[in-house]
């Protein structure tokens, strides 16, 4: 396992799901953590009682990665603190449901409020991170994508494109902020979290879990877990000789894919 101590990591929408799952193995690895969210207070707060439990050192910070001015005080409140930011994992992201066929389901403003957080939010938190990663000489970014990206599946064609933005997002500034600065990107499938059963239901829920299990090669269901260890794996050392890669975490479900339009 590869020891994180002494470096500070910001997890955007880290409140619950696949962000905190990743904070909190982080901070399980040494890094001080910083859990982010929008409106989720109450979330943040129990996954803040979680890392203190754990010994990990965390700070609570509400801001919307769509905000530039928050993105920026973000990253100078966690530097104030700790006075360095060696990771950044951009997780914090949107989505509206729509079906791919029914053009008139979204907007023009569905496709910019989407980008605004999937894609503009992750490029702000870059750049506000960025000076100190140069500064320190070194820096590690994991974006959060989907298989959405590769794929064109996913809950809607805006938040496909999004998620493909975000993917050439991370090969481009992979390439320009090299060499101290490492970006890479996890595309995950299906992730069962609360999400999905507040959205779906219970019953609804576990049905999307066992034909998740009997339509992938691997015969499983993705856990947020699953995935941090993704994140995880490209933010530390083992990954220093990895960037601008998209690492697909989806039980071989990119595979079974012929021409799908919608998940």
Sequence with gaps: MMDLKGQVAIVTGSATGLGAAVALKLGGRGAKIVINYTKSLKEAEATAALAKAKDIEALLLQGDVGNDADCRRIVRDTHAKWGRVDILVNNAGTTKFADHADLEALTADDFLNIYKVNVVGAYQMIRACMPHMKAQGYGAVVNVSSIAAVTGIGSSVAYAASKGALNTLTKSLARSLAPEIRVNAVCPG??????????????????????????????????????????????????????????????????????????
């Design 190 to 263: 299906f992730i069962g979290t609360r999400w999905f059963s507040e959205r779906f239901g219970e019953e609804t829920y576990a049905r999307i879990i066992e034909h998740t299990k009997q339509s992938t090669p691997l015969a499983r269901a993705g856990t947020p877990d699953d995935v941090a260890d993704a994140v995880v794996f490209l933010c530390a050392e083992g990954a220093q000789h990895i960037t601008g890669e998209t690492l697909l975490s989806d039980a071989g479900h990119h595979l079974t894919i012929a021409g799908a339009t919608r998940r």
